[in-house]
């Protein structure tokens, strides 16, 4: 298989869908760069895949800021002359009913959810037209297919996701790039965690619900997203692919 460049955002997390994704990926043979805000994990995360004898390079970065995607991508281009894959993973879950929620925690989830997937797109879309190749893959959740109640700013963010991302595929499905979304229902990370903090039950009402009775791994959604960036998926564009255990065919 020829090594491809992919950037995987939000990848300092251990037990994270981000760096399932990049370990992964790497494994595949591919040259990652993971990024994060926490720059110490995200240094260790690539230590560690080094470790491995893998190609991982960190990169801080706070994927709501233009001028750190602009960074990102020309150190990139610097480094290996081309971007493949861009797997936008970075995000935060809001979860506060409608009639609670502050306005500032409505900006900030929108903000690291949506906008941060709309400046990713544009910083490397116009490497990825020089190339007449590329994959972009956008992390959107169940949550962007049905509602649930708590989750309402949350939702916006990843429904935004879900239809801003079939609408660039349009924009560049004759130039050789693909845009696809990934719909993870529940899986046991960081996020989850916190989500359940306060719920002693959370844990088992959660896999009771589930028809296939338990939560998703990491690597769930790395296999997923490894298979939207291979060149086995290379007709599909503008699909959403969820990775749910059965939860919303309910
Ligand atoms: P996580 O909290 O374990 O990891 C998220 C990572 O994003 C962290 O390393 C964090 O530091 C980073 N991050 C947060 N804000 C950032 C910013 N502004 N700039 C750069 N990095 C930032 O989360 P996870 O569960 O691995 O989720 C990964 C993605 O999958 C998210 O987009 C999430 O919404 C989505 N998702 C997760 C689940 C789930 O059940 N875990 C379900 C549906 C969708």
Redesign the pocket.
């Known amino acids: 298989m020829t090594q491809k460049t992919i950037i995987v955002?939000?990848?300092?997390?251990e037990?994270?869908?981000?760096?399932?994704t990049a370990r992964m990926l790497a494994r595949e043979g591919h040259a990652i760069y993971l990024?994060?805000?926490?720059s110490d994990?995200?240094e260790a995360r690539a230590s560690e895949l080094r470790g491995e004898g893998l190609t991982a390079t960190a990169m801080v970065?706070?994927?709501?800021?233009a001028a750190a995607w602009t960074e990102l991508v020309d150190t990139v281009k610097k480094d290996t002359g081309r971007i493949d894959g861009l797997v936008?993973?970075?995000?935060?879950?809001v979860l506060r009913y409608m009639a609670d929620l502050e306005e500032a925690s409505w900006d900030k989830q929108i903000?690291?959810?949506l906008k941060?997937v709309y400046l990713g797109c544009r910083a490397v879309l116009p490497v990825m037209e020089a190339q007449e190749a590329g994959a972009i893959v956008n992390?959107?959740?169940?949550?962007g297919l049905v509602g649930i109640a708590g989750t309402a700013a949350?939702a916006a963010s990843?429904g935004g996701v879900r239809l801003m991302s079939k609408s660039i595929a349009l924009e560049v499905a004759a130039k050789g790039i693909r845009v696809n979304t990934v719909?993870?229902?529940?899986?046991?990370?960081?996020?989850?965690k916190?989500a359940i903090a306060d719920n002693p039950d959370g844990y088992d009402a959660i896999n009771a619900a589930i028809p296939m009775k338990h939560?998703?791994e990491?690597d769930d959604?790395a296999h997923t997203i490894a298979f939207l960036l291979s060149d086995g998926a290379k007709y599909i564009t503008g699909a959403e692919f969820v990775v749910d255990g059965g939860l919303t065919a309910q």
């Not at 970065?61 to 800021?65: A, K, L, M, R, S």
């Not at 936008?88 to 879950?93: D, E, P, V, Y």
């Open positions: 955002t939000g990848a300092a997390s037990a994270g869908l981000g760096f399932a990024t994060d805000l926490d994990a995200v970065q706070d994927v709501t800021d936008n993973n970075a995000g935060i879950a903000d690291v959810n941060s992390l959107s959740s169940v949550a949350y990843k719909h993870p229902g529940v899986i046991w990370t960081d996020m989850q916190v939560m998703g990491p959604i």
